[in-house]
């Protein structure tokens, strides 16, 4: 266990430190390509002056997690003489959910407006490599069909149906990050929370005693090296966005780290501020046709409605952040006592 700690440790600084350096490197690139964000005519007006900051920087930190992660695939390789297949394929399908969030990025650049794919092509996408994901983990028998109940000590057998609920908990989680990046740090920060809770789950609850749980480890600690290197440029006021790009692969990030330990309901609780986001951005638009054009919130998602009630984009990361940091907390208690395998 040693071994894995140090390894984390090693992963999590290394992480950090290449998303500094290639951030400083890829945000003049990002200007001289006019890669900056377009803002929506609908957005807090105050958003407009933000109009041309750097997308797409979400790409420093996916490559910096890649070349750390792939070294840490190969240490455990040699410490424990088995592939971590579990964290090797998760890994894979946050690239690939960051992939569709490059192709939206740069279908917006290229149309000059802040719409790329359309829902639908992207849902699709998402549904096709989430199955994907899906299958591949439970081909090689990372996945348990047993649905655990949180607190309630039981767990319910659902079989076949228990892929159907991970897959649309898995679409819903991206989404659901991807909503949470509209403000100066903010998804940035909330993931650093959930990486140090992915972090504490496997190294404190189930002491790196399973192959998902050194996966989830070793994840943690690289995103929480990757949120905290790209906040020193995207905290307010940011020089650099995350754009889909980066946004979607940390959605993959975020329900994979809950799939590797075993408890992927988990994220329901760990990543309540992000599932809060999605809702209230469902129950907006629901009112909105309900009442023939009134609204539930002043505007969705979430921290859009804290915007236009007047508190500040760093009161929102701090609060939302604090939130998130007691819901990782309920969610560490939340656990199995025994890691479902």
Not at 5 to 15: H, Q, S
Not at 213 to 227: C, D, E, N, Q, R
Not at 271 to 295: A, C, N, P
Request: proline share 3%; net charge neutral; with cysteine.
């Amino acid at each position: 266990m040693t071994d894995i700690i140090l390894l984390a440790v090693c992963c999590g600084i290394g992480t950090f430190a290449l998303t500094v350096i290639l951030s400083r490197i890829i945000i003049p690139v990002l200007k001289s390509k006019h890669m900056g964000q377009k803002i929506l005519e609908i957005g807090p007006r105050w958003h407009k002056s933000k109009e041309g900051t750097p997308t797409m920087g979400g790409i420093s930190f996916i490559i910096a997690m890649t070349v750390m992660i792939v070294a840490a695939i190969v240490a455990i390789s040699l410490i424990t003489e088995s592939v971590p297949t579990g964290l090797t394929i998760t890994f894979v399908y946050a690239l690939a959910s960051a992939f569709i969030g490059c192709i939206d990025d740069l279908a917006k650049l290229r149309h000059k407006r802040n719409d790329g794919l359309t829902p639908t092509q992207k849902l699709v996408l998402q549904i096709a490599f989430s199955a994907a994901y899906i299958f591949c983990l439970a081909y090689t028998g990372g996945i348990d069909t047993a649905l655990y109940i949180p607190f309630a000590g039981i767990s319910l057998e659902l079989g076949f149906f228990y892929y159907i609920f991970l897959l649309i908990l898995a679409v819903g989680i991206v989404n659901s990050v991807n909503l949470s990046d509209g403000i100066d740090g903010l998804a940035s920060s909330e993931v650093l929370v959930v990486s140090v809770f992915f972090m504490a789950a496997a190294f404190l609850k189930y002491g790196c005693t399973t192959d998902g749980a050194v996966g989830a480890g070793i994840l943690g600690a690289s995103m929480a090296g990757a949120a905290l290197g790209f906040l020193v440029y995207n905290f307010h006021p940011a020089r650099v966005f995350m754009g889909d790009t980066g946004s979607l692969f940390f959605g993959g990030l975020v329900i994979g780290g809950t799939i590797l330990l075993g408890t992927p309901e988990i994220v329901i609780i760990c990543g309540f501020m992000f599932v809060m986001e999605s809702v209230s951005d469902i129950l907006q638009v629901s009112y909105f046709k309900l009442t023939h054009g009134k609204r539930l919130f002043k505007m969705a998602p979430l921290h859009h409605h804290f915007e236009k009630c007047g508190w500040s984009e760093v009161k929102i990361v701090v609060i939302f952040s604090a939130v998130t940091a007691v819901f990782c907390v309920l969610a560490y208690f939340g656990l199995p006592p025994l890691y479902a395998s």
